[in-house]
DNA sequence: CGAAAACCTGTAAGTTCTGACAGCTTAAAT
DNA sequence: ATTTAAGCTGTCAGAACTTACAGGTTTTCG
């Protein structure tokens, strides 16, 4: 529980080149910290209709399959809680389901039974429309991993971000093309007033230039982003950051 | 810097209903952790032209000032970082400016002279495409706060989370309508097709529906969402998170 | 039952977008 | 000095979207 250790898995984290690495990593973090098991996974928007997702994962293999097989992600209150949060979630204040929620209520219990009794829930969202969520979870009874759970939550909680950074340079170096396709200044603004439900003709006077150019601009934005049309190429550049070029 | 002072940080943010509440628990996470000045800013993409911009600053007030006033967001690195990752940046960690970058060097230079010697930066981005920045300052040189900023790290990190959650929460109740506008799952499927590039007359046959439903409802989902036309709609979904409903 | 909401479908005129054609200027880089 | 990229502009036909009209069924809830 010391901070040495805490630093020392953020550079491992930051050194490592492959998700076998992070596996690795993952594993010490939950020796170190008390905990049993390990998931973290992580969906990026590459498409919103299929968005790709990343397993990262320590649980018991037929939990995991079941887990998907079964699509108990839909149901799962973790995870419902880590699209809508920024903060952990201790297992232990999970609110119980409504009683007339019974696929909730029968959920949780398989998971006891697969030896996940207690543990936290570590959402993480990237300035790129990922999201992303680390579970660490024990066997003991929450009673019990109460206050351990409750003391490691700053150091694991800083670990987990560390944890999808580099699982973002992983993905993007071996697996797929997070392709930052770049838009000149004029295309993003284009874009942007396209996606403030502007016509071609209304952005070329905020412009200053003729209809023809806007949608020019908008015909090769769409060509570097790889969509198929005009309404495509704002979902992407919207997902990916693209718009919104200033903070202030 | 014990734990039970960050416990008892993050209740009261929990607690927190106003503005004014949350300035002055910054203060004292200032305090407790060794730092001289905070400065929260959030970015929320209520409009993606007009982003509503929400500051609770314990910066010098002249510095703030001329920070706002002469664009230095645009200029700052830590902005920048706080932008594209979700780890803590300290200060001390920054690189320095390309050699030929007159602005940022003399922006540092500024920073350090109003009493801003050493700190750090805590990102956050929120599930709803909100992105926030907490910086924690103080006038020690970088040497000697070193040590004590990587041991409070993981502490603040964590109340930085708690801390955008309440202004979320106060946000919303008090000043601007982070209106849910709920849609229905037809029109919810109907935007999220559109969003993929997909024509009307493509999103009826994959939803085995005539043309005219689709246009249908996704006029009704333009209404709901109070813009102006599909391009508007389509972003307005993205960024409000009401597509991609499975995480699965 | 009656009302509301989700869901579904049609026509027609007008507007906007798309794709394919062709060509210009200016500033930075080799 | 030549190339490259960004930025800019035009026309035209056909596809797609918008708006405004007018209807329908099914499910849910009070």
Redesign the pocket.
């Known amino acids: 529980m010391t901070p040495a250790i805490c630093q020392e898995i953020i550079e491992a984290l930051e050194a490592a080149g492959t998700v076998e690495e992070i596996h690795e990593i993952c594993s010490r973090v939950c020796a170190y910290y008390g905990f049993e098991h390990f998931a973290y996974v992580a969906r990026i928007p590459v498409s919103l209709a299929k968005p790709y997702m990343c397993y990262v994962s320590g649980f018991p293999e037929e939990w995991r399959d079941r887990y998907l097989g079964l699509g108990y992600m839909q149901i799962d209150p973790v995870v419902h809680h880590c699209l809508k949060h920024v903060t952990p979630l201790p297992w232990d204040t999970l609110m119980p389901p409504e009683k007339g929620d019974k696929p909730v209520w029968q959920f949780m219990g398989e998971a006891r039974e697969f030896g996940l009794k207690s543990g936290v829930s570590l959402p993480m969202h990237g300035g790129f429309g990922e999201t992303a969520l680390l579970s660490l979870t024990s066997n003991e009874s929450p009673e019990k991993s109460q206050s351990r759970i409750r003391a490691a939550l700053p150091y694991v909680y800083l670990i987990s971000a560390y944890l999808h950074e580099a699982m973002r340079r992983v993905i993007a170096s071996e697996q797929i093309d997070l392709n930052k396709a770049?838009?000149?200044?004029?295309?993003k603004?284009?874009l942007l007033w396209?996606a403030e439900g502007?016509?071609?003709?209304?952005?070329?006077q905020i412009?200053?230039?003729?209809?023809?150019?806007?949608?020019?601009?908008?015909?090769?934005a769409?060509k570097k982003l790889n969509v198929?049309?005009?309404?495509?190429?704002i979902a992407r550049a919207v997902v990916m950051g693209l718009i919104t070029p200033q903070f202030g």
Request: hydrophobic fraction near 35%; glycine fraction near 0%.
């Open positions: 770049e838009l000149t200044e004029r295309e603004e284009c396209a502007k016509t071609s003709w209304e952005t070329a412009l200053h230039v003729s209809e023809r150019t806007v949608i020019f601009h908008l015909q090769n769409a198929v049309n005009r309404q495509h190429a």
